[in-house]
């Protein structure tokens, strides 16, 4: 995927946009976190915006942050760092490969006899 | 039928060149009522102007048309030319034929073409012209002024200065506003009260200012030049004219339990109070929520020891009205409530204050007597942080705080910060900042001195967790550029709250029908040229209420809006735009659709008699427009479903008689 | 009154101290908690992904399923009822997840589409807005007098506000009104409303510890002698992961003694 | 459905004095083009466009009529452009409503420093109404078949 | 139903607490009800109906009514009450001098459906449970009221009368889910052509006679604007078929936020036209951008087209929405 679009799709998955943040760094301020994880919640929103995506998906900030929402709590500009972590996690586990599936895909596989915990759970490997 | 006089103008070669301005003065001359038509190569010039009134004169002409440049650029030329003529100058039209034809077209026909058009519209409604007389409305050479801050006081004193009477109407006991609970002021860090109760005094002593202390406005009617305002006189159960400011009744005053709100609830005072020392009146008020007296009848400690027998338990609300020319709007601010902002514990630790209550702790007339203690254990805090932008810049969608920036905090938390330091040199600073703003004269280098002079820590970051843990505050935060997770144990921290416009404001700004934003603070008629003035005619704007101001932008706004207050004061008449609503009593069926879209609330209802059949009289209910107060916009006229309401020199036959000529 | 209830995994193995006080406490409270049938895990983890579909599923069908109860859906668990609240905000705010989940359940399960619009509240909530806690005091017949107890929130109950919409998630009240409902006094502390680190207790011991132990010292040090909570998942790390842990209970067992029927 | 060949709309274009206005001597004054067929009238605000006035053009033969004012809450008078929105929008609804085109009606709103807007807008406009072709049906709403 | 509003009548009148009372009389036909002044509890006795066809708007009367000496009662159905508010809240009705007897209502008839369902020669009409009985010359015939009910009250918005003194009967409730926007959103769903075929092949048989516009409780202008020489449309000399051609857009417009969708506009028009349709357009757009508003329904609320907010949706929006096709 090009840098322009990965933005876009972590932009679009996280339903934020870092593009609000006013780099005030309340959110790092706020994490528990903040020493476990090689890159901080801050950097993760300006190096999304970067299309520094690469680095953040092979960071262990992506599994040390504790989804806690501190951050998307008291963030004033409405960026909510959690979630642009979230979305940079959710399409690095789907970029490995780890599943072949995308809930857009879903009506494409229905057929009769698949048993719905099949999808369920097949959906389910990626997220957590 | 008029007779019409039509004058081309070639504006040089600007409409000459893409227009035949021959043929279009030949066309035009057969249109009907048209008894003259020529062209000119500059008809603006002083000789084409010459002979549009020569042949206004010579050929007795009721109406012209001018076919050049914009009406945005010489309408007003053109209708003084024709008035010095003795012709009414509303009996002139043009048509745009250089903006809207010859620059805009290359090809001559076509352009001669649209040209004679326009023309032929411009006649079409000149047809229709009536001569319109600007009405004259007399104005009261008084002026109101609400709000007694640094604001209210010197546009005040401005006003009165040129031999004006004004008003003060201010809702507290004192004027002072929020000037008088600072300490120091930036950048020269003069003492607040020293330059502000010099000029409370002033107005205090001048025969030309009236203080209406403890008042609010109740009612506002009428329209520039002749404002009628009710004012309600608030009962503070003490005759102003007899108190004579001992304070005694306070000595005695056995309730001293009430949060003394001047000095933002860090003390206390007695239920009859004199906000502080330097009030203006100084005059004692019973606060009627705490008084034993008012409550439950049993005290008049106060009453038995006022030598002046001042006191009087039973007196009531009053209410005053008064005419006023202008009325200026100076309702100031206040910090937000920090309640959510809870992440810093405001709510859970006194330790935790906003600037202003700071502000009170460091001041010498404050609580702690101007000796920096924390007020949960007055002792000496070693360790302060200070977080700027609380509230302020905020995203709408986060819920909570402001959109915009609040302007005043980074320099008074400089302030703070180097006064801190100056005072006491053992205690450590921290302040978090995202931007430090300092724009202004001298703003910069009192901040760098706070930085190089006094080491004031400033870090890039911001405070995202205050514990209070053991009397300490555990600070957690993160520093930017260190691109680390910093915690401090702090004694104090001291939060730059976001400032808002004074709650009082949005119900005033309905009773003026004076608009404001989305933040409530009031809108300017022009964001750039008109600064001071709403839009809204002879209600004027001063101080924080149209925006964050510091204390030099404060007074000059209030200085501006003095002199536009003066300006309209000197005159003793206004001429009004004649170009207003009329409504047709005939036709009004007085539904009050008109009103409910009027943004200036220039139309009321009258019951008028009518002749009924049978020499019957009927009364009705019909629409009067305020020529003094409709702007002209046309909104009425559009809700009016009979047409009775009309526009003058935009009137629907006229519009209708420009749609014809176009699309014949 | 009768809820609807949504017990949850945890609750039906880890956590059954968490589920058996909390039903005993209603009973007694003169409440019916009508488990729905056939609940299946919530997911444990709300999906924040918005494309994520499938892990919105069996929160919808509970939802759903308390719909067409007609009553209110009750959690107990902080988890689940994270997980079904925001979903619930997802059905009603976000048209796009509404459809997909809709388009699903409508394809392979035929079911009626639902559109966020049925209530789910957690128990707490119930004890403050259904109850009321004067009423729940009045009720009390074993008050805990002279307990000093710290409320520990954590962050699944309170975040995010704008979705969660229990309380202020800066400072909140609930829990403490809670204890001093039971005759307790609550104790404030800084921590209440941190996190605990429970998400990475499996990965990564140390952090977690470390959170905890930043979490019970601060309880301590304000004067706490037991910490409450409603989240299995805090209350095994609290426990477990600190170095010196505090005592800490789930509210409910504190409730049902309360009310006598512990 | 008859288009004349060489067929040049009438349109007309009704500009409020403060903002549209001056934005139509903008682009004369930057030498911007448009066609010549769209004349222009001239009102204090857009709330003074009574729907009548825009019924009157299209009897009278214009095939398009469009509305230009303040941006929304840049109303010279604070709200007109308010009143002009859902005036225009529920005519223009009607109008669609009854059959008639809806692309000879449009509001845009364009500002005094946007002469270039104006110009794009209005080439826009007539190539759009051009398109149509001739405006028969509010002519002849009531005409016997 | 008869009975008692006549017996309400009389006492009103006897006990003095009205001095004249507004009802029906009969016309030439017994269907044919217009509204009528009685003074006299005579005659009351003499010429007061009220029946299936008694369904003309009261309201509208009230204007002229109100403006005289003393006080007036009047019967109000429920669809009539909404245009008295409106009308209050457009301080053309003196409510001082008005004494308002509230009436439920179940529905009023159609003459011309009567006949169509085959019943001729008719000369007397009464109700028998959900049947309307007609005495013929060819004898007694009955229908089911349904067949014969006008088209707004099959749609009927609401049973509720909004303002009274009194009520005879018990007050019904608000129907919001009556249907009365489906005949609208049918034509939305045609393309432009249908649309304009539909609505040239009715407009054109108008007559202008009028009738419409004298009904209408919204049309009370003192003097209408078609009438007004300053309103620029008014020019009859100078032939102009400006006002034939948009006659009823414009009487629609004018209305539009202050019609209560009381139907009175299609209940006379001698050509059948379904004038109803423009009204309630204006209606179905004003609640779908603006939020639901019924005119006349409270004192206090602003009609939308005399209202705004900061974020209404363009004009544009009529581009995209519905009946694009």
Redo the contacts between chains.
Sequence with gaps: MKTEDMIKEIT????GNPA?C???????????????MDY?P??FVNMVLDGRIEELANSKGI??C???????????????P??II??VR?VTLREQGKNHL???G??AI?DDDLP?QA??SA??KY?? | MQRIGVFVCWCGSNIAATVDVQAVADALAKEPGVVFATNYQYMCSQTGQDMIQEKIKELGLTGVVICSCSPRMHEATFRRTCEKAGLNPYMVEIANIREQVSWVHKDKAVGTEKAIILGRAAIAKVQLNTPLIAGESPVTKRALVIGGGIAGIQTALDIADAGFPVDIVETKPTIGGKMAQLDKTFPTLDCAACILTPKMVDAGQNDNIRILSYSEVEEVKGFVGNFEVKIRRKARYVKEDLCTGCGLCMEKCPQKKVPNEFNMGLDNRTAIYIPFAQAVPKVATIDANYCLMLKNGKCGLCSRNCTAGAIDYKQQDEFIEEKYGAIVVATGFNPISLDKFDEFAYSKSPDVVSSLEFERLMNAAGPTGGTLLRPSDRTHPHTIVFVQCVGSRCDASAEKGKEYCSKICCMYTAKHAMLTREKYPDTEVYVFYIDVRTPGKSFDEFYRRAVEQYNVHYIKGMVGKVVPEGGKLKVQASDLLDNRQIHIDADMVVLAAAIEPDKSARPLATKLTASMDTNDFFTEAHPKLRPVESPTAGVFLSGTCQGPKDIPETVAQAGAAASKVIGLLVKDKLIGNPCVAKPNELMCNGCSSCEKVCPYGAITYEDKPFRGPNRTTLIRRVACVNPAVCQGCGACTVACPSGAMDLQGFSNRQIMAEVDAICK | MKFSYYPGCTLSAKAKDLDEYGRKAAEALGITLEELPEWQCCGAVYPNATDEIATRLSSVRALSNAKKAGMPLVTLCSACHHVIKRVNHDMLNNVDIREKVNTYLGTMEGAEPYEGDWQVIHYLEMLRDCVGFDELKAKVVNPLKGKKIGAYYGCLLLRPGKEMQMDDPENPTILEDFIRAIGAEPVYYGMRNECCGGYITVEDKAQAKKRVNAITDNARNSGAEMLITACPLCHYNLQKNADEPIQTVYFTELLAEALGVK | MQVKENFTPTIVAFCCNWCSYAGADLSGNNRLEYPANVKIIRIPCSCRLNPMFILRAFQRGADGVILCGCHPGDCHYTTGNYYARRRMTLLFSMLDYLGIEKERTRVEWVSAAEGAKFAQTMNEFVEAVTALGENKRLEDLRCKQ | MQAVIKKKAKELLECGTVDRVLGWKAGEFFYDLTPAVFTTPEEIDKDFVFSVFSGANMSKYLIEETKKEGKVAAFIKPCDSYSLVQLQKEHRIKRENCYIVGIACDGMCDMGLVREAGIKGATAVSEKDDKLVLETIYGEKEMPKEKALLERCVHCKSKKVVDFDEMIGENGEENPDCGRFDEVERLEAMTPDERFAFWRSQLSRCIRCNACRNVCPACSCEKCVFDNPDSGIAQKAAASDFEENNFHIIRAYHVAGRCTDCGECSRVCPQNIPLHLLNRKFIKDMNELYGFYQAGADFETKPPIMNYTTNDAEPSVVYQRGGSK
């Design positions: 679009r998955i996280s339903g609000k006013m780099k005030c760094g309340k959110c790092s301020g706020a994490c528990p976190a903040y020493d476990e901080h801050h950097q599994i040390n504790l989804s806690c929402f501190a951050c998307l709590e008291r963030c004033p500009r409405s960026v909510e959690a979630r979230e979305a959710v995308k809930p857009d879903i009506p229905l719905q999808i369920t959906l389910r997220a957590k």
